[in-house]
């Protein structure tokens, strides 16, 4: 699936929710599910917020080695977004 897609169908919980789980797994939903409580946003705002985050603040060196994964995925989009949540859970 094209990334833009992914991205229009995060507008609400159960959607985000489905897309989180999609790309990782529970213990990355449950990461996100606290950071957007702690940040007063719903779980779509926030998958939001994080790609548009990893997009304006990633490194060169983070650039390259997501170019290098989407390169050898199946599904560019979803390994761009799993890339995108993972990073915004582990700062």
């Not at 507008?11 to 789980?21: F, K, P, S, T, W």
């Not at 994964?69 to 979803?78: E, M, N, S």
């Amino acid at each position: 699936m094209m990334l833009g897609d992914i991205l229009a169908r995060l507008n609400d919980e159960g959607e985000a929710a489905e897309i989180i789980l999609g790309v990782g797994d529970l213990r990355l939903l449950a990461a996100m599910q606290e950071r957007a409580e702690s940040e007063g946003l719903d779980l779509a705002a926030y998958a939001r917020a994080a790609v548009q985050r990893y997009a304006a603040e990633a490194s060169d060196e983070e650039w390259i080695t997501l170019m290098g994964l989407i390169g050898r995925a199946g599904d560019p989009g979803t390994a761009c977004l799993k890339r995108a949540f993972e990073n915004v859970t582990r700062s």
